[in-house]
């Protein structure tokens, strides 16, 4: 005859090297209930389209992220790329002829990213730049002819600023030490905003003339800050920019370009 269990004895399982005690077993319909709870996804804003009413999201529906259409608030979104490795950031043409949007995306999982172009009326995409630099900040220009971003292609080091086109071999503008991003254009499309990235708690901002490529210093403080955005004022006599000058937190600022 079986001895009874001693009074006040506690349930101990082991599991590998986790040890469970004291604690009830789990059914298995609790579990799953959970997974609805667990498995939440969330989605980015990525840009809007020329429509002003549509725009392209980032999403994750299976193991990666992609980008994703929405047509009209709180309508169903439509998924556009269909890749192993997950896809970066995606800028829509200011063009609206042009039907389509640039994304990054790295090739077999190299982390180098690649700029590609996404036609939209065909679904069909293509690769603009060289499948072995780093790549990215992309950067249209107000009519859309053309876009700036940063690459690594020189020496596979620093990240230079180019300008290039979907028909158009690229031109380097700016080839220096460092990491260098492009922010915006001027209303005219002569001059990049860009930004010289230096660490979390440095970097500069100045103007870059695309014709001449003469690079001028945009300093409205001379203390060290961070910038971390900025973009030209529509009428672009100055620029709006988030920086921690005379501060902990990163505020909005305007500086005047006269």
């Known amino acids: 005859m079986a001895e009874p269990a001693a009074f006040g004895s506690r349930r101990r399982v082991e599991k590998g090297s986790l040890l469970i005690e004291g604690i009830p077993e789990i059914p298995a319909r609790v579990a799953q209930r959970l997974h609805q709870y667990q498995n939440t996804r969330g989605a980015s804003l990525q840009d809007w389209l020329p429509d002003g009413n549509s725009m392209l999201i980032s999403t994750r529906f299976a193991q990666t992220a992609q980008i994703h259409l929405v047509r009209t608030p709180g309508g169903a979104r439509r998924q556009l790329t269909y890749f192993d490795e997950p896809v970066g950031g995606a800028w829509t ?95 005219d499309d002569t001059k990049l905003l860009v930004m010289q990235y230096v660490s979390v708690h440095e970097s500069y901002l100045y103007l870059l003339d695309v014709t001449s490529k003469t690079l001028t210093p945009f300093r409205p403080t001379d203390e060290r800050v961070y910038y971390d955005t900025a973009r030209f004022a529509r009428d672009g006599r100055g620029i709006y920019f988030t920086c921690d000058q005379d501060g902990e937190f990163r505020r909005l600022w305007h500086g005047d370009l006269q």
């Open 93 to 187: 043409c200011p063009d609206p002829a042009a039907s389509g949007f640039l994304f990054t995306k790295d090739v077999g999982g190299s982390e180098f990213h690649q700029i590609f172009l996404f036609d939209m009326s065909t679904g069909a995409c293509r690769m603009l730049t060289d499948g072995e630099s780093r790549n990215g900040g992309v950067c249209w220009s107000n009519r859309g002819d053309r876009f700036a971003y940063h690459t690594t292609v020189r020496n596979g080091r620093d990240f230079d600023l180019h300008v290039g086109g979907t028909h158009a071999r690229p031109t380097a503008v700016l080839e220096r030490e460092g990491e260098w991003w492009p922010l915006d254009w001027s209303p």
